[in-house]
């Protein structure tokens, strides 16, 4: 009777070296991709920053004028309703004196004008937010855009050439008689 061996292929146990070179090369390419959405999205985030805080202070002079509208409606219904008190907001619209009256000069800042409904005026604009600034430098950098994008680049190229797990099987860069673009030839080019 022949008996059949199966060989069971068995993966070595990775070792500490080739997990901290796979660790390496993700690290690089997610901070390559960083870096490439930082460049990218940074100009939209921009534009949308500004239209949130262009919305944002629209809001609140709307608010503001709301408020002022509810005010002069309050004046029309009591014109409407109280004859008396429209008497005397007349009065005080013409400079009118009742006859017997005493007129008091007193400063500017104490005389009643009715129409004077300004109130304190809206907020010009709304406050920036405290990362707005690095989002405007990135966006309109155009030095600062490309340098990034070559480091984006330059992480890609590491992290291939360098850093990919499957080169454990071929032998580190740094062996004594290999030279680096040996180790890269015999990495990524298949001999017949």
Known sequence: MAMHHEMISEDPPETLSGLAVSLAFWLCLLCSAALFAIVGLAPKYLTYLQ??????????????????AGKIEKVIEAIRRDKDFAAEL??????????????????????????NHKGTPPPAEVLQKWYEPAVQMFASDSSLRLTLLAVAALLVVISFAFL????????????????IWQTLRRRYIREA
């Open 51 to 68: 239209l949130r805080n262009q919305f944002d202070s629209n809001q609140l002079r709307l608010v503001h004028y709301e408020q002022q």
């Open 90 to 115: 007349a009065r005080v619209e013409f400079d009118a004196v009742r006859p017997g009256e005493e007129v008091i000069p007193v400063d500017v800042g104490l005389e009643l004008d009715a129409r």
């Open 164 to 179: 990919q797990p499957a080169g454990a099987n071929h032998g580190a860069v740094g062996d004594g008689h290999r030279s």
